[in-house]
């Protein structure tokens, strides 16, 4: 009997020090817990201090509540700098210094509503009555002002363009007497960066403040370089519409002292005249017996340039009708930076009706572009109903079947 009871008694012991145990190390978790300091991202998010990258700016950074972006928004400044996580100390803070901010005739050391306040503080009444005497004529010829900034980062080895705001744009909607712009911008003169903006809706003077970065850029590229601002406003059911351009060379901008504030009127697009849109080499063939119609696009030369740099990336698109419905499309490669292309390309087309009585070709010249719709730089039509060398050669192929014919023809606007 005693036995059984000795052993009830250690057990009962054994089970008393292991559930005391348990709870100690549970509290001991919880106190180690609630003195470690919460992770670096979150720390620094409750400062208000931007660590996320400028391309994250306008999106949702990793999985953020909206209650903590309206925060930080509420803390931060506007125009907030972003900081860099290499350029921390070793407790995670950032050394305060100030960047150093270049003064030139083009700099604006204000913001550009800074800059519009003392504008208007400026102004005499005699100067207020010479604008308001200003002609219909004048005021049309005004498109408006952009703001931007230039700088380049040594560490990233990157070039940093913001697009701050435009003023004053006209508006290209006649009923709501509105425009509904964005920008397209482009590093010239080779064209491998291509970025915009979002569209602002119903608005003459669009605030984006959208920060573009362009990494593998060495500094030394940097004088190389021409900015192309292209100003657009959004069309849904045409053509968006272009308000004017503004084009920045930067030979003699110097970013090695800080970040460069500037504003730029926005003229008129040099838009290309209607003659001189170029030739193109065609070669056709009109084969009877299987009733088929083989093109070749040889070359095309002279043509005009599409934009401020001078060069194209032409490509032609073929459509073939029947009865002026297009029945069949073929479209060659596209060659780089060149206003004389050789394409040597082949197409065979088959003929739905007997004879090339209802049948016409076109040819589209068009200019690749990546960031927008391709541009079409000249147009030509072989039928029997045109005229000049274009009827000529689609006569000839008609009477002189089964061989190739090969023609020179001027192209027409787009």
């Not at 907030?80 to 070793?90: G, N, T, V």
């Not at 079409?376 to 005229?387: C, D, F, P, Q």
Request: charged share 30%; net charge positive; aromatic share 8%.
């Amino acid at each position: 009997d005693e036995i059984p009871t000795v052993v009830g008694i250690f057990s009962a012991f054994g089970l008393v020090f292991s559930v005391s145990l348990f709870a100690w190390i549970c509290c001991q978790r919880k106190s180690s817990k609630s003195n470690k300091t919460p992770p670096y991202k979150f720390v620094h998010v409750l400062k208000g201090v931007d660590i996320y990258p400028e391309n994250l700016n306008s999106k949702k950074k990793f999985g953020a509540d909206d209650k903590s972006e309206t925060k930080n928004k509420s803390v931060m400044p506007k125009n907030s700098l972003h900081l860099d996580l290499e350029k921390r100390d070793l407790n995670g803070n950032f050394p305060k210094a100030t960047p150093k901010i270049q003064s030139s005739p083009d700099l604006e050391n204000l913001s550009p509503k800074h800059f519009a306040e003392r504008k208007k503080d400026s102004e005499s009444p005699d100067s207020l009555k010479s604008i308001t005497s200003l002609s219909s004529e004048d005021k049309q010829d005004k498109l408006g002002t952009l703001f931007f900034s230039l700088e380049y980062n040594f560490e990233k080895k990157a070039f940093v363009v913001n697009i701050k705001e435009a003023r004053g744009l006209p508006a290209m909607d006649e009923q709501s007497m509105t425009s509904d712009p964005y920008i397209k911008m482009t590093i010239l003169p080779e064209k491998k960066h291509k970025v915009k903006t979002r569209v602002l809706r119903k608005t003459l003077d669009p605030a984006f403040d959208e920060t573009f970065t362009f990494y593998g850029i060495p500094y030394s590229q940097i004088q190389d370089l021409t900015l192309h601002f292209m100003i657009l406003s959004f069309d849904r059911f045409s053509r968006d519409d272009v308000i004017g351009e503004v084009l920045i060379p930067l030979t003699g901008i110097e970013l090695s002292e800080g970040r460069l504030l500037m504003d730029r009127e926005i003229i008129k697009r040099n838009i290309r005249k209607s003659s001189g849109r170029g030739e193109l080499l065609i070669s056709l063939c009109y084969q009877s017996t299987t009733n088929t119609l083989t093109v070749v696009v040889l070359k095309a030369r002279h043509l005009p340039k599409s934009d401020v740099s001078g060069l194209s990336d032409p490509y032609v698109k073929v459509n073939l009708y029947h009865a002026k419905k297009r029945i069949s499309k073929k479209k060659t490669h596209v060659k780089k930076c060149t206003p004389n292309a050789v394409f040597n390309e082949l197409f065979v087309f088959d003929i739905p009706c007997e004879g090339l009585d209802d049948i016409s070709i076109e040819f589209l010249v068009l200019d690749s572009d990546r960031g927008s719709r391709n541009e079409v730089i000249g147009r030509l039509t072989l039928g029997s109903s045109a005229e000049g060398t274009s009827g000529e050669h689609w006569k000839e192929i008609c009477e002189y079947p089964r061989r190739q014919i090969a023609k020179w023809h001027m192209l027409c606007d787009g």
